[in-house]
């Protein structure tokens, strides 16, 4: 439907070119996959509706990589240990993307990825493609625009896509629900930074892994790893019914790494074997779609400029006990679903 | 605003009914009390409008309670602890009012208060009011009605309400929403149990009380509560200032009733004195308000007959990777936009 109005409003300008962008993609374009990037990430109601075909046209060839979540406290390591197993997949000539997720990053500007130093060696092979965390107020805004460039790198061929993201509010739920399995860094120190870390992210991860595992701290990390798992063997049965798994690796010196790679392929293999990896898709498309509902109904309410204005004063009637919350809510509802248009 | 239209709508026959109703309650009718929350539940359009006016006319006499929550898991003494508390009460000349929270009542049909002869005592006394858990499907109901009773019951003059809520889904959540102070019930067995407790309703909890500290079991009653003051010493600081309290207390021998009643009246003055009580009863008020808001939103939308359909559709286009789960919810929502009015 929507696809049609396009037809129709701009036969000779705008199809042309995304047609020429998704084509340009799929024969694997980094300059075009970057500047498709940017046109999902753009707040232009043009760009979008462009961005909406593009992602239209590309979803029949997307799918086809392996998504990984990374996630961990700053200091962790996250980016060495991505650079180092991305590195090890490129020299073995497979196409590895990094994405990534930050909220906070428009806040503290201390962007995950937005120092592209960090990722030097991976960044400059051929092979890799590297992209800093979008701009975004919102979770929701960020986190569609991650899932889209995922779709994006898929066609352009891609077959390992890293999305990191740094353990804030609710950035590890979004990540959990764009991936196919989900990796949890933590540093030597046998269980008190799990304190740090929220049950709830524990309980996503598929394999735990302490880095940093070098040098005087080898043995600190061995310890870590053992005691994580007697920690964590209590944990509910996953719905995919992967046992989580425990590590160790030394991003810096390259330990562990192809170890890792292993585990993700046996993580792999076993969740596409009992159907779980195909189900888990679908369930996360439904997840996004119901999200972005939500979400878009109460943007459009929210920011809606005479809703701004009364629902500042029904609010400040509501505090002083002066009206029904049920009731002044219901006022300005029933004002809202009569004058949108 | 919708004062005035009613005004104009009914000037004969409905604003004398209300006004008469409101002043019925205001002078302790217990009968007109019990057909002005019924008329708060019915799902009548004309119903609620009246009620919507009700409520507005009795808000200005209520908020002069004092609004306890009571939980705990099926089976540890609730409703007896709140009818020997009730019964104490009633005799120091108090009215009470006892509501509950069971949005699992349509379904097992086990509703709490539901069988009325369970605080028989309590609800023969004159000074007293005790109403089942209103029907309803969705919890935000539920809520809305509970709470529009307590703002009934306290223009009826009742100085106490009990608001009961069995442990399911997030009925606790909207109990600790609605009351000044809430209190955790729980059974003499040192620690197990607590188990089966969400440690977020553990962290409401302003009172914890093991029940049934009676013969045999008083000592083990005892160690229980010394075992959760133990366990919980390490609950993060509560907002209102205030340290959780530990008791023991018998609801069928009446045992440790006046020392709950005596911590009951310490809280309440100590939340007064530090303003908590009014700051807490305005974050409540703008909590149901932007509660009811999305909820109101939600329903306007997802229970639209044509949105019904179309839903259906894409979603299933969206589960089988056709389509973008975040273009096909902006359809939805930019055809649902335009077709409301």
Chains 1, 2 share one sequence.
């Not at 120190?189 to 394999?207: C, F, P, W």
Request: aromatic letters at 8%; a neutral charge.
């Amino acid at each position: 439907m929507s696809e049609q109005n396009l037809h129709f409003d701009s036969p000779h300008k705008r199809l042309p070119d995304i047609a020429d962008m998704a084509e340009a993609i799929r024969r694997g374009d980094r300059i075009k996959l970057g500047q498709a990037i940017t046109l999902t990430e753009s707040t232009r109601a043009d760009h979008q509706i462009q961005a909406r075909e593009l992602i239209n046209y590309c979803l029949p060839h997307s799918g086809k990589s392996i998504r990984i979540g990374v996630t961990g406290s700053p200091g962790v390591g996250k980016s060495t240990f991505i650079e180092a197993l991305g590195s090890y997949l490129v020299n073995q000539n497979k196409k590895v993307a990094v994405l990534a997720i930050d909220p906070t990053s428009q806040i503290s500007k201390g962007s995950i990825l937005g120092d592209k130093t960090r990722m030097e060696k991976l960044s400059n092979h051929p092979l890799a493609f590297v992209r800093p965390s979008p701009a975004g107020e919102s979770l929701g805004g960020v986190a569609r625009k991650t899932r889209e460039a995922i779709i994006l790198c898929e066609t352009a061929g891609y077959e390992v896509i890293f999305v990191e993201t740094v353990g804030v509010g609710q950035s590890e739920t979004a990540v959990h629900y764009m991936v196919d399995i989900f990796l949890l860094l933590l540093l030597p120190g046998a269980g008190d930074e799990l304190q740090g870390i929220k049950r709830g992210i524990v309980e996503m991860a598929d394999i735990i892994i302490v880095n940093k595992a070098d040098g005087e701290r080898l043995n600190l990390a061995k310890q870590a790893r053992q005691a994580y798992a007697n920690a964590l063997h209590f944990l509910l049965p996953k719905e995919s019914g992967w046992v989580p798994k425990f590590m160790t690796c030394s991003a810096l010196y390259e330990t562990g790494i192809a170890e890792t790679w292993a585990l993700i392929k046996s993580f792999n293999a076993f969740s596409k074997e009992n159907l779980f990896f195909e189900k888990n898709r679908k369930q996360q498309a439904g997840y996004w779609f119901y999200q972005s509902l939500r979400e878009g109904l109460e943007r459009s309410f929210f920011e809606n400029e005479i809703i701004k204005q009364q629902l500042k004063q029904a609010e400040a009637e509501v505090l002083e006990q002066k009206r029904s919350p049920f009731e002044a809510a219901q006022a300005l509802l029933d004002f809202f679903l009569k004058s949108v248009k």
